[in-house]
């Protein structure tokens, strides 16, 4: 006879299973009304011509923004949903070299200097190597982003364990306050307005799902001095999912 425990589990994972569906479904299928809004409204602005009214222009361009952000708040969900099923390459990284190509592609490096701190003795180790290379992107970038000094720092420090990879990111940027950090976890949430700094709110959200997926962990504190500190455990061995 098969334990309630058992029974449980699986209808849990069934659950699962159907709301990733759901969510997968929904995102996707959501991305064709809103490119034919978005083309439409291009069409209506080009027949206008260049004689189109100052205040009808702008209630364009705010028209194409709101599409243009509702589309990246549908492919964040749809990222979501998959994180379970896709970027599953399991090869080797070397931890300083993915460290450089991600200050490469961060937007503002040239106002912000980078400190790195790096304690291996095993610079490779074989891993989820797209899904670290995402996490480590949308906490240096949020980090860079949510910073309003003309010269920004950004420390980064990587510690070896026997058996994880502990990553440290502090900066000296806006910092959350302490009533809602528990939230910069939740998908699309923003602790600015996204009037303010155009952005999903998606990208923690992601990165914690990934870091519970390879059985590893994200935290967040307010940095003493200013700024924030989010402190991440990648585990060195990963059982492989398929």
């Not at 291009?42 to 189109?52: K, Q, S, V, Y």
């Not at 600015?192 to 992601?206: Q, Y």
Request: aromatic letters at 10%; a negative charge; proline letters at 2%.
């Amino acid at each position: 006879m098969e334990e309630p425990d058992t029974k449980c589990q699986a209808k849990l994972e069934s659950l699962k299973k159907e709301f990733e569906d759901f969510i997968y479904i929904i995102s996707h299928d959501m991305k064709t009304p809103m490119r034919a809004i978005s083309n439409i409204s291009n069409w209506i602005e080009e027949d206008l011509g260049a004689t189109i009214n100052p205040s009808i222009k702008e209630n364009f361009n705010l028209l194409k923004n709101r599409v243009q952000r509702l589309e990246n708040m549908m492919n964040a969900m749809l990222e979501l949903s998959r994180v379970e099923r896709y970027d599953m390459d399991f090869i080797e990284v070397n931890i300083p070299k993915l460290i450089d190509e991600i200050i490469f592609i961060t937007k503002d490096k040239l106002n912000t200097e980078f400190h790195i701190s790096l304690h291996l003795k095993n610079e490779n180790f074989i891993t989820y190597i797209k899904k670290l290379e995402k996490v480590l992107l949308s906490v240096i970038d949020n980090s860079v982003r949510f910073n309003n000094n003309i010269k920004k720092n950004v420390y980064i420090e990587v510690v070896e364990t026997d058996i994880n990879y502990e990553f440290e990111i502090k900066d000296d940027g806006l910092g959350v306050e302490e009533a809602v950090k528990d939230k910069i976890f939740d998908i699309f949430y923003t602790v600015h307005s996204k009037d303010v700094l155009d952005t999903t709110g998606s990208g923690l959200a992601i990165s914690d799902k990934i870091l519970k997926f390879v059985g590893g962990n994200i935290e967040y504190k307010k940095n003493p001095s200013g700024g924030s500190i989010f402190k991440m455990i990648w585990p060195k061995n990963i059982e492989i999912k398929k």
